[in-house]
């Protein structure tokens, strides 16, 4: 939605690259913090007194012991690692503290996360709600819709959306880092293949996209409900997990995305070329300094 506002093809594309640097940047950063967090318990925190632990750690401790909790096990009055209890989930706001910050910079990381959550969020209800409306009411539906009509089912979509959203996420069926991956997984295996094969071949077709995008995404699903415990509890399989490669559900894209490659191309081969009309969109598309035919 963001790459919307820019005014030209060329700007959008640099805007592509840049974000995609940063995001680059953001999952490079995020497991090398884990790992310095780590180090820091490891090498400061276990084998610390009782009494000479850091005041962070009593202060999490009442705020959720789930989060972080000490108990002195065996009574030596030494920290040991099996003697604490600390959840990923407070990895980000601790880690402030954890390097000498104070209390309040926690309290701006918080602040922060949400932010970016919310922006995500509405710019994925945008796209859906505009999408249904525009792609499929407008397009498919009744094509005579007013503008009027067309932005009041957008918003009605969007408000349904919005609750559907909400309650799949009160279930809580896994943690956030499964959700978020599994969402690009299916993105990438839905949508990549589509939209790269079509901008750069010009041979792929409707048909090919639509079934390509319906293989990738349905391998994909395939293998997290075959493998993934929530998924499997909520359908009822009972048979033994059997991971391809070793590959976590979580990563469900790496075998989506090759299918849905595969099969654009073999179908868009059998098939007829799509109309010299959609040929020159896409050389449109591809050299937008080109004046359309």
Known sequence: MRYYTVPSVREARQSVTWSLFFILLLYLTAPALAVLVKYEIFTSLVGTPFDRLPAWVSTWSRIDPALLSVADVNKDNVLQLNELTIS?????LLTPELSGLPYVVSGLVAAGGLAAALSTADGLLL???????????YKMIDPNAS?????TVSKILLLIVALLAAYVAAQKPADILFLVSAAFSFAAASFFPALSLGIFWKRANGIGATLGMVSG????????LTNQPWLR?????TSPIQLWWGIDPISAGLFGVPVGF??????SLVTPPPRQKAQDLVEYIRYPDLKSL
């Open 147 to 151: 503008t009027v009509s067309r932005v």
């Open 233 to 237: 509890a909520t359908f009822g399989i």
């Open 262 to 267: 595969t099969v654009i191309v073999l179908v």
């Open 88 to 92: 990923g989930d407070i990895i980000v």
């Open 127 to 137: 796209t859906i709600s505009n999408a249904l409306g525009h792609d499929l009411y």
């Open 217 to 224: 995404l349905g391998v994909t699903f395939y293998y997290m």
